[in-house]
């Protein structure tokens, strides 16, 4: 008995058990009970430890594969918690919910109908603004510029993406909001019209780069095969690789389109934050409010129902850009399946 | 097993020993927390810089206590401290609604919630007694303006009735030539604070009679702090807000109104209808370390110092500062 | 049409529909359409132009209806017009269109748009958008026409210059935005701005305990978001067998990387908050902050050890070394410089993200964390436990409220934000390419 148990082999199927035992137990706690156990955080980081020194390759692998799963837990954990701090919202009168016209915090009467509204005639105008320009440019920066100026695009053009939203809407708002506003001679300062402009230059980057991925990946031979024939180098991209890479091209613009949703700061240092539908509906020079800008410029000061209608439409927002991304994903994994098949 | 597992091994259990000992001990560091308010921030937040710069006695310049009739060699932070016979302590202010800060001192997530509107107005629904656990100190007192962009003024719009008031921000006037006092030929924008904010609450109390009121549809826009307010009438050509007196300036001047009672006023009078008292708040009584600050607040330094001479607000008349100061825990 | 067109296009219904006789008619029928349409609402913004009381903007935006239908209409004759080929008339007449509208919209912008004489529901706006429209299309038409108009390589031409001008719009907006931000910001920027922390009693302001808090904050995330994520690029490169796991992974990754940076604020208020103090803390900024960072690291790293060729492996192997041996002695050497450049792209977007740090690590006027100390222990861990000042959030307060100085100030603070993340971006970019250029294999 005792030579079976100092056999190494089930020695460290037991510590192994017993640590993942112990970092579950210390989640679950964590989770379900807001408490962090010391006790419990010990003993795993020291059976760990144990692990690494006499096992290291079965350690090293069940760590790895305990981080491997560390995306999913945090994607499962936010579904979760928005959905139980937000789902109340929607309980309670789900339609009113989502197409009222009110949100009235004195008197506690919740509704995203303008906010939703809001959100989207701010991401449809970015989506104007960014979906031409940003694929245009990929099908400069995969075809037609020089190598040494691809070179210098492609980071440019990340940089792009990489100043930060609170800077974009602070410049937004400084030039381009009482810009627009004199040029335009209107009596309000925060319109969709405004924040759509930025987010359309925000939602760029990753149309391109996305959209440019695409490009690239169409196999050049496909290409030559077409210059082969006399035609000019245009009318092989649009009739040959543009075709190729247009579901990609597509995923480009769903990701550009969540990151316009998506977006919080600059909308918020922009928009009017007036909770209602603008009149006439679609005129883009009112002021309104969006998903994000209502969360992000409440929550703070909420109590109560209010918090709960803000994660109804934190969880909202969530379930939108989930969508969006899985589309995308979707359409990518089919256009790789096909160039690997041909 | 090697000597250099050895050595990790040790290495590993010294820095688990040592982490999960700190964070059994863990603890944010000694401070006072105040939040709320962003019209009483300005008070709180100049206070606090004093208090943790804690400036010597010898720094007249900064802390004059032989000015205000107080003997001590002590620095600051200290002697107000002392008073109570504590150890200097940090105060951090934090910066977000009226509402908040009650909540979040009801919560204990904070020591001293600013307020800019009573706690009865803030929380209509709460009982007498549900309210009686908070205790009220009276650190100075607020005017609400009505500010309206510097075109505006120039126009001639310098003089609204309370009606013309109610009609701006209920929707039915919404051009300045419907303002009796000039002839602007400008769509108005009516700018509005965040709701749950102090400033918000008490606008709706004086000129509407509750917080509860709806049908606000004149207002274009809503900003969360008067900052912002004062931000879009200086970049507006057409605007009316009501700020704090503190963020009224040339650029964006405050009205006279003519009130319900035939009187016109002007934002220097003292019977001016939108004033306000600006709250601290404090949850079940007040303790040594609240009363320390508040008394340093409460005080002839700090009325004159953070109130009078770092804001545009206005000091507690001598009765009003006895009768706050009554209200803190005696010292030692 | 180039003999490409006719193998390459796919022959829809519509297609051989309009092929026939009646087909042809349709289209010039439409295109008719789109040119009266045209020229009619051409002449109505002129008119409201000249004389502002001309039209009501219900008339007007009936009007814009109408003509969105009728590009629509266009969009769908040209996609079908293969084979036609315009007459000079038509690429002259929209040239006189652009220009012209071109004109009102430049010259006379209050005149078009004021409607003084209209009450109630008006809104002037309305004729703008109108008129904007007008020469987007008007421009778009033309682009058409002189599209469909030339031979192939005046086309060619058409379109490189069309996509050179959309990639020289957002990087001359890029250069702008920089620009501008140092000639506002430059005045404000000393030494002692930079070192040292705001001091209301004596009126002076500095961002320093701004720039080590956003310093801890990502240093925090880097600490917790890449072990996690390169050990999981590890797992999926080198262990995981089946498809699916790494598909399942690849997708979590992608819909973490595009949640949207508030809902990780709010995810952060109702877990973290509670769980860690009950306030504001530095530990849950990390914590989030390593959240947003993960997925991208994830990603970078995949592509990282999968770039890794896979002679280096089966060497190892084949000299006897165990599978870890070889993945930590040969394939993590190898891809360090590519995970690295990945992260630093990473840390430098998430070192100027407000939203998600806002609701549950900042607060303003707060000293720089202080980890170290004279005495012992040397070391705590108190600041971890207690709010910091953050950058991005500074320039979000001081627009906000005012908090932590003026307007200069903030654009002050901006461009030391801005400098702090073209540090990471460029810090990256040059190990990229410089790594590119000097790989091995």
């Known amino acids: 008995m005792i030579e079976k148990f100092t056999n190494k082999l089930s020695l460290r199927i037991l510590l192994g058990l017993f640590v993942l035992v112990s970092f579950a137990l210390l989640f679950t706690f964590f989770v379900l009970f807001q408490t962090f156990n010391v006790y419990l955080f010990l003993v795993v980081v020291l059976g760990t430890a144990l692990g690494w020194v006499f096992f290291e390759d079965s350690a090293a692998k069940t760590l790895l594969f305990i981080a491997s799963t560390s995306a999913g837990t945090i994607l499962v954990l936010i579904a979760v918690f928005l959905f139980l701090r937000g789902f109340p919202a929607f309980q309670r009168d789900p339609i009113f919910f989502l197409t009222g016209s009110e949100w009235h915090v004195y008197r506690e009467i919740y509704s995203l109908g303008p906010m939703i509204w809001g959100s989207i005639i701010v991401t449809f105008g970015a989506t104007i603004i960014a979906a031409p320009m940003g694929v245009s440019s990929a099908i400069f920066i995969a075809k037609f510029s020089p190598k040494w100026l691809r070179s210098i695009l492609k980071p440019a053009i990340e940089l792009l993406a990489g100043i930060p939203s609170v800077v974009y809407g602070f410049i937004g708002f400084i030039l381009l909001n009482s810009a627009i506003m004199d040029y335009f001679d209107i009596s309000n300062m925060g319109q969709y019209f405004a924040p759509s402009i930025i987010l359309g230059i925000m939602a760029l980057p990753t149309i391109t780069s996305v959209a440019e991925d695409a490009i690239d990946a169409v196999p050049e031979h496909m290409e030559k095969g077409a210059l082969a024939l006399g035609v000019t180098k245009w009318q092989a991209i649009k009739e040959v690789t543009l075709p190729s890479a247009s579901s990609g091209i597509m995923a480009a613009l769903i990701l550009g389109i969540g990151r316009a949703l998506g977006e919080t700061m600059a909308v918020t240092m922009m928009i009017g934050h007036k909770t209602a539908f603008p009149s006439p509906l679609f005129d883009i020079f009112d002021p309104g409010e969006t998903l994000t800008s209502l969360i992000a410029s409440q929550i703070g000061e909420a109590s109560g129902q209010a918090v709960e209608a803000l994660m109804g439409a934190g969880l909202l927002l969530f379930l939108i850009v989930f969508v969006l991304s899985v589309t995308s994903r979707i359409i990518q994994s089919r256009l790789q399946r096909r160039f690997r098949r041909g | ?332 | 049409m180039s003999p490409v067109d006719e193998n390459i296009s796919e022959t829809s219904v519509v297609d051989k529909l309009f092929v026939s006789v009646e087909g042809k008619l349709m289209r010039r029928l439409m295109l008719a359409l789109w040119l009266v349409m045209g020229m009619v609402f051409l002449a109505i913004s002129t008119l409201t132009a000249i004389w502002p009381n001309f039209l009501s903007n219900v008339v007007i935006s009936t009007l814009g209806a109408f003509l969105l239908v009728a590009v629509g209409l266009t969009i769908v004759a040209f996609k079908l017009l293969k084979e036609y080929q315009p007459p000079m008339i038509h690429f002259l007449l929209s040239l006189f269109l652009i220009a012209f509208s071109g004109v009102v919209f430049l010259f006379f912008p209050n005149h078009g748009l004021e409607i003084p004489a209209l009450e109630g529901d008006v809104t002037p706006q309305l004729a703008t958008i109108s008129l904007f429209f007008i020469v987007t299309f008007a421009t778009v038409w033309t682009g058409l026409l002189f599209y469909w108009e030339n031979p192939a390589h005046n086309r060619q031409l058409a379109v490189q210059y069309f996509t050179w001008v959309s990639v020289a719009i957002p990087l001359g907006v890029l250069t702008f935005f920089i620009v501008y931000t140092i000639m506002e910001g430059s005045s404000v920027i000393t030494w002692d701005f930079i070192s040292s922390a705001s001091d209301l009693m004596r009126g002076e302001i500095g961002i320093f305990p701004a720039i080590m808090g956003t310093f801890s904050l990502i240093i925090g995330a880097t600490v917790f978001a890449v072990p996690l994520g390169v050990g999981a690029a590890i797992f999926l490169t080198e262990y995981a067998k089946r498809g699916w796991i790494k598909q399942a992974v690849g997708v979590t990754a992608d819909c973490l990387w595009s949640t949207p940076s508030i809902v990780f604020g709010l995810f952060g208020y109702v877990f973290l908050v509670p769980r860690i103090t009950g306030h504001s803390t530095l530990l849950a900024g990390q914590i989030i902050l390593a959240a947003m960072l993960l997925p991208l690291t994830i990603a970078t790293s995949t592509e990282a050890i999968t770039a890794v060729p896979d002679e280096f492996r089966n060497g190892s192997l084949a000299l006897g070394a165990s599978k870890w041996w070889t993945i930590r002695r040969v394939v993590l050497p190898s891809s360090v410089p590519s995970i690295v450049t990945g992260v630093l792209l990473g840390v430098g977007r998430i070192a100027g993200e407000t939203a998600p740090i806002m609701l549950i690590a900042v607060a303003s006027h707060t000293n720089a964390p202080n980890f170290f100390s004279l005495s012992p222990p040397y070391f705590h861990l108190g600041p971890l436990f207690s709010e910091v000042d953050a950058l991005p959030y500074r320039l979000y307060s001081i627009y906000k409220a005012g908090v932590g100085g003026s307007i200069h100030e903030a654009w002050g603070t901006a461009m030391v934000l801005i400098a702090l993340v073209l540090m990471f971006y460029g810090l990256g970019i040059s190990i990229r390419s410089y790594y590119r250029r000097n790989r091995g294999w």
């Not at chain 2, 010898?58 to 401290?81: C, F, H, M, R, V």
């Not at chain 2, 102090?198 to 049908?215: A, H, I, K, Y």
């Open chain 2, 1 to 332: 097993m090697s000597i250099k597992k050895l050595a990790g091994l040790s290495l590993v259990f010294m820095l688990v020993l040592s982490i999960s000992s700190f964070s059994l001990f863990a603890q944010g560091q000694d401070v006072l927390r105040a939040d709320g308010s962003s019209t009483v921030y300005p008070i709180a937040s100049l206070a606090a810089s004093y208090w943790n710069s804690n400036p010597p006695i010898a720094d007249a310049e900064y802390w004059p206590a032989s000015d205000y009739g107080i003997d001590t060699e002590k620095s600051l932070a200290d002697y107000w401290a002392s008073l109570y016979g504590l150890e200097t302590f940090n105060v951090a202010v934090g910066l977000s609604h009226s509402g908040v800060g009650l909540n979040k001192v009801a919560e204990g997530k904070v020591d001293i919630g600013d307020s800019s509107a009573g706690a009865k107005f803030e929380f209509p629904e709460k009982t007498e007694e549900e309210l009686s656990s908070y205790t009220a100190h009276i650190v100075g007192k607020d005017r609400q303006a009505f500010s309206v962009s510097k075109e505006v003024y120039e126009a001639g719009c310098t003089v609204l009735t309370k009606e013309e008031i109610v009609g701006i921000f209920k929707g039915e006037i919404t051009n300045w030539k419907g303002v009796h006092s000039c002839d602007y030929d400008k769509e108005i924008q009516a700018i509005g604070r965040a709701v749950g904010s102090g400033t918000e609450t008490m606008f709706r109390v004086n000129v509407f009679g509750s917080s509860e009121v709806s049908g606000l549809n004149g207002i274009d826009v809503r900003y969360g702090q008067n900052q912002m307010v004062q931000q879009a009438l200086v970049k507006s050509s057409n605007g009316i807000g009501y700020p704090g007196i503190d963020f009224v300036s040339d650029d964006n001047p405050a009205l006279e109104v003519i009130w319900e009672d035939g009187n016109t006023y002007s934002i220097e009078d003292q019977a001016w209808p939108l004033g306000r008292p600006l709250y601290m708040y404090t949850w079940e009584g007040t303790s040594k370390t609240e009363a320390a600050f508040l008394r340093m607040i409460l005080s002839d330094f700090g009325q004159s110092v953070f109130v009078d001479g770092g804001t545009e607000y206005f000091m507690l008349s001598e009765k009003e500062q006895a009768e706050q100061l009554e209200k803190l825990p005696p010292i030692e």
